[in-house]
Every structure is written in structure tokens, then in C-alpha cells.
């Protein structure tokens, strides 16, 4: 069952990934990104981290692609130009790209120490992770609570700067 | 039942498979970050490869039975969150600066 899942999950995260790639509309790539995101949420669960499968469902599939489809349907980003396509990236950067992964794929398949997952086995469960979370490393639990909000503040900064800008002009039009 | 069909829904996975699967998203990842043309996509394959380590992430902590390596990828989700929100705040500043998201119109620092 476990080897079933996996199968059909990877499959479906590697043509996600591979659809982001091929797709010029910049909506198709976000979408297809959604689908790698969940399909990693199953491999989580099926990894035995269940408070990461729904975190993953609910910040990344649910929060960062929201924000993302909002910001490519607010700046109505068209079709992508390969015009100006650099030729030194396609030249060295795709068999650098194919050498470095079958090197580090060599590496992992020739490693005898990892072990084999299977279903209901190993399973962290999210008392587990908070017990530790909220006693060991309570301190950068709370830095990271300071550090969202500084990334809140931030990007409403950035976001709306040039707004302000534009609102002076044309009153100083007037 | 057939012995055959049995024996596969019993069999394991190895955790190999679960690294080399990362490493596979990882360089699609880096790939798409070459060939992309477009602002916002680029950033997406960036948001690919931070995905395709937190998977290596998970896939240690269940060989060593270890919180911790999950509890990282928690904090690595947080600052993708904050990353996120900032850079596709800066997308939109350059934006209206631009009025373009083709990455090769992107040069200057300055206007």
C-alpha cells in the first residue's frame, strides 16, 4: 500500500513540477505548484509527520499559492516572452543541472545506513512535536512569531509605497 | 487473494527513494529558476526548492526518529511564509516602477 502511494504521489509531484516548468501562463505554473504541494502534504503523512501534512495543506497549498494567484491575477501577468532567453543558462546550466543529480542520486541509492518506511510506523504525533516545540525551543518560536511580523509590516510597507508616491504627484498636479 | 498482489501492498518504501525523489524536485527547481522568464514564476520554482529540501528534512527525521528535523521544517514553512509575503510585495513595488515582469527588463537597480 505504502509502495502504491508513493508511487502515485511522486508521480504526481514530479509532472506537477514538470507541467510549472512547461506552462507559459504564469496562472497554469501556480496551479501546478498547488498540485506538487499537496502531493507532498500525502508524502509527509505517509512519512509519518502528520502536524507537518496539514501545516503544509494549510500554509503552503492554502496561504502562499493564494497569495500568489492573487498577485499574478492583480499585475494581469500575460503569456512570458522566450525571446530574450539567455543561451549560457541553456549551454552550461541544463547537463550542469543533469550531472548534479544523478551525482547526488548516485550517492543516496549507494548508501547502505537508510533504512525502509512503512505504514504506521514512526509516526510523530503533533503532541510529540509541541512538546518539544514549546519547551526546548520556545525562544525562536517566539522570534519567528517577531520575525512574521516584521514581514507583515514590510510588505504593506513595500506594497504600498508607490501608491503614496503617485497620490503626491497628482495632488501637486492639481 | 493473489500472493503477488499481497506482497506489494505489504512491501516498503525506501527511504532513498524519498531523497532522490527531493533531489529530482530540487533540480526541476533550479531548472525552472534558469529558464523562467517571468518574475512571479521564478520566484515560484524558488518556493519548489525550499519544498524539495523540507521533504529530505522529513525523510531524516523518520530514519533517526528525530522531532527535531520536523520541528526545522516547521521554521523553514514560517520564513517561507514571511519570504513570500515580502517578495511578492517587491514584485508589485517593482511593478509599478516597471510596468514589466520580464526578468530580462530587470536590470537596473535604479530607475
Not at chain 1, 507583515?152 to 504600498?160: F, K, R
Not at chain 2, 524519498?18 to 520566484?43: E, P
Not at chain 2, 530514519?63 to 514560517?78: D, L, N, Y
Request: aromatic share 8%; with cysteine; net charge neutral.
Amino acid at each position: 500500500m505504502h509502495l502504491i502511494l508513493f508511487i502515485l504521489f511522486a508521480g504526481f509531484c514530479l509532472a506537477g513540477a514538470i507541467n510549472l516548468l512547461l506552462q507559459s501562463h504564469p496562472i497554469s505554473s501556480a496551479l501546478s505548484l498547488i498540485v506538487v504541494m499537496t502531493s507532498l502534504a500525502v508524502l509527509y503523512l505517509l512519512l509519518g509527520a502528520e502536524f507537518l501534512a496539514a501545516a503544509q495543506v494549510i500554509v503552503y497549498a492554502g496561504a502562499i499559492m493564494v497569495l500568489f494567484t492573487f498577485v499574478v491575477m492583480l499585475l494581469n501577468a500575460g503569456r512570458e516572452d522566450r525571446t530574450l532567453g539567455s543561451k549560457a543558462s541553456r549551454l552550461i546550466g541544463f547537463p550542469a543541472v543533469v550531472v548534479i543529480l544523478s551525482l547526488i542520486a548516485t550517492i543516496i541509492l549507494h548508501a547502505q545506513e537508510l533504512g525502509a518506511a512503512r505504514l504506521s510506523e514512526g509516526i510523530t504525533t503533533t503532541e510529540e512535536l509541541s512538546a518539544v516545540l514549546f519547551t526546548k525551543l520556545l525562544l525562536p518560536f517566539e522570534a519567528t512569531s517577531v520575525l512574521v511580523l516584521i514581514a507583515i509590516l514590510g510588505a504593506v510597507v513595500l506594497a504600498s509605497r508607490g501608491n503614496g508616491e503617485n497620490n503626491a504627484k497628482s495632488k501637486e498636479a492639481k | 487473494m493473489n500472493p503477488a498482489y499481497t506482497q506489494l501492498l505489504q512491501q516498503d518504501v525506501p527511504l532513498a527513494w524519498y531523497l532522490v525523489l527531493s533531489a529530482a524536485l530540487f533540480s526541476l527547481g533550479v531548472v525552472g529558476f534558469l529558464i523562467k522568464r517571468n518574475l512571479i514564476t521564478v520566484f515560484m520554482s524558488i518556493e519548489l526548492m525550499l519544498n524539495a529540501v523540507n521533504l529530505s528534512f522529513v525523510t531524516f527525521a523518520h530514519q533517526w526518529h528525530a522531532v527535531k528535523g520536523q520541528i526545522f521544517v516547521f521554521f523553514v514553512m514560517m520564513v517561507a511564509a514571511a519570504e513570500a509575503a515580502v517578495g511578492l510585495a517587491i514584485i508589485i513595488a517593482v511593478f509599478r516602477a516597471r510596468a514589466t515582469l520580464a526578468v530580462d527588463r530587470i536590470d537596473l537597480m535604479k530607475l
